[in-house]
């Protein structure tokens, strides 16, 4: 399924890949690498609240910005929340950022080889091998509590609004 003109990139519509996932749906299940190359599901995490942060690529500002961003936030909630950052990277990349920047309360994930995630979550952009800017909030029984698809993939999400998401899920 594709959807075109689903979100901008430098202001140019891009088209995206899979269905528009919207609160109250079904989380789909993913298989993603962790930086050890090791398979990490969705199933892996049940009976927690998710974040997954779904970047393009750590080596940009933006998405810098906001896993760390995300990084700093999740620390307050220990391990109540499983959160994730979730991009194309090469698991590696991912792991060299993790260094670099002190990420230990975000574990980052890799949707480099098939693009799997991406499709199943209706962030894929096509002909881009990237995913787009997107930050959902799965609760404890795989339902989707909050989703957003940042319309411009170079600007930031609404981290309010997510980490309300989290604490409603958590409540």
């Given at each position: 399924?594709?959807?075109?003109?689903?979100?901008?990139?430098?202001?140019?519509?891009?088209?995206?890949?899979g269905?528009?996932?919207?609160?109250?749906?079904?989380?789909?299940?993913?298989?993603?690498?962790?930086?050890?190359?090791?398979p990490?599901?969705?199933?892996?995490?049940?009976?927690?609240?998710?974040?997954?942060s779904?970047?393009?690529?750590?080596?940009?500002?933006?998405?810098?910005?906001?896993?760390?961003?995300?990084?700093?936030e999740?620390?307050?909630?220990?391990?109540k929340?499983?959160?994730?950052?979730?991009s194309?990277d090469?698991p590696?990349?991912?792991?060299?950022?993790?260094?670099e920047?002190?990420?230990?309360?975000?574990k980052?994930?890799?949707?480099h080889?098939?693009?799997?995630?991406?499709?199943?979550y209706?962030?894929?952009?096509?002909?881009?091998?990237?995913?787009?800017?997107?930050?959902?909030?799965?609760?404890?029984?795989?339902?989707i509590?909050?989703?957003?698809?940042?319309?411009?993939v170079?600007?930031e999400?609404?981290?309010?609004?997510?980490?309300?998401?989290?604490?409603?899920?958590?409540?």
């Amino acid at each position: 399924m594709e959807r075109k003109d689903a979100v901008t990139m430098g202001g140019n519509p891009i088209t995206l890949i899979g269905p528009e996932l919207k609160p109250g749906d079904k989380a789909p299940e993913f298989t993603l690498l962790d930086n050890s190359l090791n398979p990490v599901t969705l199933a892996d995490s049940s009976g927690k609240v998710r974040l997954l942060s779904v970047v393009a690529s750590l080596d940009t500002s933006t998405c810098s910005t906001q896993t760390q961003g995300f990084n700093k936030e999740m620390a307050a909630l220990g391990d109540k929340v499983a959160s994730y950052t979730i991009s194309a990277d090469l698991p590696f990349a991912q792991g060299r950022f993790c260094g670099e920047h002190k990420i230990d309360n975000m574990k980052t994930l890799s949707d480099h080889r098939e693009l799997s995630f991406g499709e199943s979550y209706g962030l894929a952009i096509k002909d881009m091998r990237l995913l787009s800017r997107a930050v959902i909030v799965v609760d404890k029984d795989d339902t989707i509590r909050y989703m957003q698809t940042v319309s411009e993939v170079s600007q930031e999400p609404d981290y309010s609004k997510a980490l309300d998401a989290i604490k409603e899920a958590l409540a």
